[in-house]
């Protein structure tokens, strides 16, 4: 099956710093969401990006499906940013829908 | 109100006993999913369902059975909870058709075995 692998495991920036999360993927997928798991445990769906670029406010993502995978950027980044980010993807085959979650990146922002 | 509400929230039961977890949706979506979340892991899958009819297993049944009793509807069973089943859980749904669209989570349940 498909491998998704996330780097960096574990990250922890200053109040306002920038960063850049990655996810890699090792087939061909047609579904990719990144999601932010907050402190009590609720996934919030950040976007559906299985190719291209999208913004949204402080956050933007990037997938380059040819090559196997997509970035999360982080700016200005404030405590509540805080959490764990997963990224996960589908692929089409038999177009079942479900999703392959990577480990995560356990994202700490101090004051 | 929630789009993918999960119930219970939180629940504390012993080894042995049955459990049911349920979820619905007001999505509309035909398919649904359970997946289940083990401290400082990713999301594995359960069971998922494209329909009342059509139920499949994830990579981890063993030990879980669902029923989707509608729709909208589908709940997961721990017959016999086992200490090592104690994560947090996860309903989710989604579309078919020509291309994946994105799959929407409830707030998740966490059930603890003692």
């Known amino acids: 099956g498909i491998q998704v692998e996330q780097s960096p495991p574990d990250l922890i920036l200053q109040e306002g710093a920038n960063s850049t999360l990655r996810c890699n993927f090792s087939?061909?997928?047609?579904?990719l969401q990144w999601f932010h798991q907050n402190p009590w445990g609720q996934l919030i769906n950040l976007f559906y990006?299985?190719?291209g670029t999208k913004q949204n406010g402080r956050l933007s993502a990037t997938t380059v499906a040819t090559e196997r995978y997509s970035l999360l950027y982080i700016s200005s980044s404030q405590t509540t940013d805080s959490g764990v980010y997963f990224c996960?993807?589908?692929?089409?085959?038999?177009?079942?829908?479900?999703?392959?979650f990577g480990q995560g990146t356990t994202l700490q922002v101090k004051p | 109100d929630a789009d993918v509400t999960q119930t219970p929230r939180n629940r504390i039961t012993k080894t042995g006993k049955r459990i049911m977890l349920e979820c619905s949706q007001t999505?509309?979506?035909?398919?649904m999913y359970w997946y289940r979340q083990d401290p400082g892991l990713g999301l594995r899958l359960i069971y998922y369902?494209?329909?009342?009819?059509?139920?499949n297993k994830g990579e981890i049944s063993d030990g879980y059975s669902v029923s989707r009793q509608a729709q909208a509807k589908f709940s997961l069973s721990l017959e016999s909870a086992i200490p090592n089943q104690t994560a947090l859980y996860f309903c989710?749904?989604?579309?078919?058709?020509?291309?994946?669209?994105?799959?929407?989570f409830g707030d998740g349940t966490r059930l603890s075995i003692l």
């Open positions: 996960a993807v589908g692929r089409g085959s038999g177009n079942t829908g479900k999703l392959i």
């Open positions: 990006i299985p190719s």
């Open positions: 999505k509309g979506h035909d398919r």
């Open positions: 087939d061909s997928v047609n579904n």
């Open positions: 989710a749904t989604g579309t078919g058709g020509a291309g994946n669209q994105p799959q929407h």
């Open positions: 369902s494209f329909d009342v009819k059509d139920i």
